[in-house]
């Protein structure tokens, strides 16, 4: 099987890549990369030893996909990936709908040629940002907690967000952007009989990845910690009781083995994220930094910023009965490997640009 990988060289894309080579041997497996995000060229020369050939181009320029050869399925792991892209000076809309949906029309368009299959990696942001504020929440041990049963939203479940939540705007211009290439990918794929897989992820977390306080924010968190640099908890009282869920791009590597091996319904969305049990709020995260790396404690921003959210956990349970998967990395894993890496690059966030 021949697999490409687009967005290779970054943290998602790169270890998707290595750990589908240790679960199916004997793939073939090319990517592309523009190497824009520095800490890029880490991870090609991992890549290039294990025998993975990197092409550099930009999915932006169609023409960059005409010297790509066939392939069996495409893995859509390239994207602007802050959910504040286009809207916090860094980048403009116009930036960022080239690169989300853009890039993503010139690859269904490669994936039409060859009749490749398509495993898009969506997000958790394509959910409405109105109805997540709006969850009720109470405070409990450092922690937002969800009442699921004080709302009639679809999709709510004590076990988190299900993939029939509403997805009407505001979503962010980063959402927008992946709801219309989940739009565009299953409508391709209808229109020009490809198969396609669309993977909602939650926060994907792991050691080498390039974080930031809008992405990454695990890696980011740890690195910031044991550097001593400022860190804030921004808005809902300043006292960082919001919550997400980590998963390990090594569990994702697993899902999409499965998926690679079934023929998709017309519909196939669904969610991969850590869930509840690998779920914590950014206090929590505090302490867990505060035992291991001594005391740092960050500032109190009571100032709301644009598309933040209380709380945000991920159901998985329509892919567990779909492919009988679950994470199997817990987030005190996640988080240790995480620790390991902080220990071996105390200047990380610098060297991948994420200050």
């Known amino acids: 099987m021949k697999l490409f990988v687009t967005g290779v060289c970054g943290f998602v894309g790169s270890k998707l890549a290595c750990s589908l080579l240790e679960l199916m041997p004997g793939l073939e497996i090319s990517g592309i990369d523009n190497l824009l995000r520095p800490g890029s060229e880490i991870n090609r020369a991992e890549l290039a030893r294990l025998g993975i050939r990197f092409t550099h181009g930009d999915l932006r320029m169609a023409s960059d996909l005409e010297a790509i050869g066939p392939s069996d399925w495409v893995i859509d792991a390239a994207a602007q990936p802050s959910v504040l892209a286009g809207v916090d000076g860094r980048s403009s809309p116009r930036q960022l709908a080239e690169h989300n949906l853009i890039g993503t029309l010139n690859l269904l368009d490669y994936c039409r040629q060859h009749k490749a299959g398509l495993i898009l990696l969506s997000t958790s942001r394509v959910y409405s940002i109105r109805d997540l504020a709006a969850l009720p929440v109470t405070a409990h041990e450092s922690a937002f907690q969800l009442d699921a049963a004080k709302t009639s939203v679809p999709g709510v479940t004590a076990e988190g967000i299900a993939e029939d939540f509403p997805t009407r705007q505001p979503v962010s211009l980063y959402g927008a952007t992946k709801l219309a290439s989940e739009t565009m990918a299953r409508e391709y794929g209808q229109a020009f009989a490809f198969p396609v897989w669309i993977n909602r992820c939650g926060v994907l977390a792991g050691a080498g990845q390039f974080g930031t306080a809008e992405q990454g924010i695990f890696s980011y968190w740890l690195h910031a910690h044991r550097a001593r640099l400022p860190l804030r908890y921004i808005g809902f009282g300043g006292l960082g009781y919001q919550v997400r869920d980590a998963l390990h791009p090594r569990d994702l590597a697993e899902l999409i083995r499965l998926q690679l091996h079934k023929t998709p319904p017309p519909d196939a969305t669904f969610h ?29 921003d009571h100032r709301p910023r644009p598309f933040d959210i209380p709380w945000l956990v991920m159901n998985s349970a329509a892919t567990k009965a779909s492919f009988g998967w679950e994470p199997k990395t817990t987030l005190a894993a996640i988080l240790e490997e995480i620790e390991e890496h902080v220990g071996r690059n105390p200047n990380w966030l610098r060297q991948v640009g994420a200050l």
């Open 272 to 300: 991969a994220s850590g869930g509840v049990k690998n779920s914590m709020s950014l206090a929590q995260l505090t302490e867990w930094c505060n035992q291991r790396f001594g005391p740092h404690a960050p500032a109190a």
